[in-house]
């Protein structure tokens, strides 16, 4: 099995490619900016809610309630294959 890469992590590779190519960020169309803040929103709300499951994971674990724990756990794998 491969890694998969998730579609806003691709494009923000895409446009930091392109920025790079002609000189910058600034050199950007309004639209291609605009689209990267977007692909940062997405991000970072996925990103929230990975830690937060995570944290929650870790406190049923610190319990000893394996239950939970295992729940956040099919919540954080469910996550992940969203992320494809």
Not at 11 to 38: D, P
Request: net charge negative.
């Amino acid at each position: 099995m491969y890694l998969q890469v998730h579609p806003v992590h691709r494009r923000l590779a895409e446009l930091t490619l392109k920025a790079h190519r002609i000189g910058g960020y600034n050199n950007l169309s309004q639209e291609e900016r605009t689209e990267i803040e977007h692909c940062l929103q997405v991000n970072l709300s996925m990103i929230e809610r990975l830690d937060q499951l995570k944290q929650l994971s870790f406190q049923a674990h610190l319990t000893n309630d394996l239950e939970w724990e295992e729940e956040l756990s099919g919540q954080i794998d469910e996550l992940a294959k969203s992320w494809k």
